[in-house]
């Protein structure tokens, strides 16, 4: 699966953003996310969509304030990002695995990334 981020950019503080990542084929069989990457930082989990879209996780750093959502039709996954902090920027990608690890919050768990797109939130 070859994932395709658009979206991201520079906004101030208590602006919105929305990501879109498309897949190169359905993802009816995957569970898809985000993971992003502050500069001098690791690369932390951000949100999930289970296969089925059933199920979502989020960080607790994003919780109440970024969204998750995924059409398998299109083989795409969406995330909105409301009320944005500077600490929200990073490089962000998207994320896919077939099925579900329990360990979906590490990254190591995600067989495929997309290219990583730069959001930055200016106080």
């Known amino acids: 699966v070859q994932l395709q981020a658009s979206g991201g950019g520079a906004v101030q503080a208590g602006e919105s953003l929305r990501f879109s990542c498309r897949a190169s084929r359905r993802t009816s069989g995957y569970s898809m996310g985000w993971f992003r990457q502050a500069l001098g930082k690791e690369r932390e989990f951000v949100a999930a969509v289970r296969v089925g879209g059933s199920s979502t996780w989020y960080a607790d750093s994003v919780k109440g304030r970024f969204t998750i959502s995924r059409d398998n039709a299109a083989g795409t996954v969406n995330l909105q990002m409301n009320s944005l902090k500077p600490e929200d920027t990073a490089v962000y990608y998207c994320?896919?695995?077939?099925?579900?690890?329990?360990?979906?919050?590490?990254?190591?768990?995600?067989?495929?990334w997309g290219q990583g797109t730069q959001v930055t939130v200016s106080s």
């Open positions: 994320v896919a695995q077939l099925g579900l690890s329990t360990s979906y919050m590490v990254d190591s768990a995600w067989g495929y």
